[in-house]
């Protein structure tokens, strides 16, 4: 039996404003599971096109699924949000890549033909279940010396990125941080950053309900000298500081995923096209690095250079992960292809959600930029593993990029 492959789409993206993690935090009384249910929601209002049983599946990352982030939370929360008990759904750990993952494994699935459409999505409520909350790492990994006893704690890892690579500076990584921070601000001034975002209902015993309509994590007011003057908590005299990474956060995200044709009958918008993807290992006590072979891999197996690439979201989970990136290929530090309305160390980074919302920001700017034919999103991993996604515009117009 023969078989061809079909045109995978990216038809639309939301996601929940990000928080702040802890008891002041807005979503400190609210259920993860709650705000995935409200990404659901969302995108089938916005798609109206999109009969609900027409989803063939609701895939949902969590890193720690336990507690309102477990039981299968594709498939209770696919039942929560009103979707008909016939579409199923799972759930899927690859840590910071969770979502990321739920988007290549369903658009896998669309690509061979056993979907036709699918819900891809994360959500991380960091402040009720920290990372690695309820884990029993294995006593082999240190007794057997597997991975070194920093590979665990994220910041860590970072620090030993700036030992590898002692040019990543203290200094550079500070600016790539306030250039986050500026960029931010800048595209929500222009109402670049804001159509995406749904709306949440947050509840508080002591104040009542509110309403959650913007992201919490932002510092607009930050500063190079205020930077400076940050303590660094992994190492003293270290590099990474609470100003140059992304903090502890809580949030959803979610998106439409078609086969081309699909989306063409039922009468969607196709933002972008899938083109390829590429995950690999690397050592985990310098999980930042991860990025450059997994964009290695993408762009080797589609046949494509880094030269081919017009848009760059890349996960700021620490700057000198993004920057290792950078150097690695090349591109300058303020290169306007990279990340141009800021990213994690501004607008937060809810671990297993962040890959989708750097995909509909990219398919956002898509949208803006008819020039530019190709775009990719990429991340570094917990636990040594990098991601990375390549995407075509629908929108080019035979530019050079």
Same mark, same amino acid.
């Given at each position: ?257 078609? +086969? *081309? ?5 039922? #009468? @969607? &918008? $196709?933002?972008?096209?899938?083109? /390829?993807? !590429? ?87 898509? +949208? *803006? ?5 190709? #775009? @990719? &999103? $990429?991340?570094?991993?917990?636990? /040594?593993? !990098? ?15």
């Amino acid at each position: 039996m023969s078989r061809s492959l079909r045109e995978v789409v990216f038809v639309d993206g939301v996601r929940t404003p990000f928080g702040k993690a802890g008891p002041k935090g807005v979503y400190a009384e609210t259920r993860a599971d709650d705000l995935v249910v409200r990404v659901i929601r969302e995108l089938l209002r916005r798609n109206p096109a999109l009969p609900a049983d027409r989803v063939d599946e609701v895939a949902i990352a969590a890193t720690t699924q336990i507690g309102d982030q477990g039981l299968t939370i594709g498939r209770t929360a696919a039942l929560l949000a009103g979707l008909p008990k016939s579409v199923p759904g799972y759930a899927i750990d690859r840590m910071c890549a969770g979502a990321m993952t739920a988007v290549t494994t369903t658009a896998s699935g669309i690509a061979f033909g056993a979907y036709d459409v699918a819900i891809a999505g994360g959500v991380e409520h960091m402040g009720r279940h920290p990372m690695g909350e309820g884990a029993d790492p294995n006593p082999r990994f240190f007794s057997e010396q597997l991975v070194d006893g920093s590979a665990l704690v994220m910041g860590s890892t970072a620090e030993n990125l700036h030992d590898r690579f002692p040019h990543l500076t203290r200094e550079r990584a500070d600016a790539f941080a306030l250039a986050s921070q500026q960029k931010y601000a800048k595209a929500l001034a222009n109402g670049q950053i804001g159509p995406e975002l749904v709306p949440v209902a947050t509840r508080s015993a002591e104040h009542g309900w509110g309403l959650a309509t913007a992201d919490e994590p932002p510092r607009p007011n930050t500063t190079l000298e205020g930077l400076g003057t940050l303590k660094t908590p992994f190492r003293p005299h270290g590099h990474v500081t609470a100003g140059n990474a992304a903090g502890l956060n809580d949030g959803a995200t979610g998106c439409i995923l078609a +086969a *081309e044709e699909v989306a063409q009958e039922l #009468g @969607l &918008t $196709a933002g972008m096209r899938l083109v /390829g993807y !590429g995950f690999v290992g690397v050592e985990p006590e310098v999980m930042g690095v991860g990025p450059v072979p997994s964009t290695e891999r993408a762009l080797a197996r589609t046949g494509l250079t880094i030269d081919d690439i017009g848009l760059f979201e890349l996960n700021e989970a620490f700057a000198v992960q993004v920057l290792a990136f950078l150097d690695h290929f090349g591109i300058a530090d303020d290169d306007e292809r990279v990340n141009p309305w800021g990213g994690a160390i501004a607008v937060g980074h809810p671990l297993a959600s962040s890959g989708v919302r750097l995909m509909t920001q990219l398919s956002r700017q898509f +949208a *803006e930029r008819p020039d530019v034919r190709y #775009g @990719l &999103t $990429a991340m570094c991993v917990g636990l /040594g593993m !990098g991601a990375t996604v390549i995407w075509e515009n629908t929108n080019w117009e035979g530019a050079a990029k």
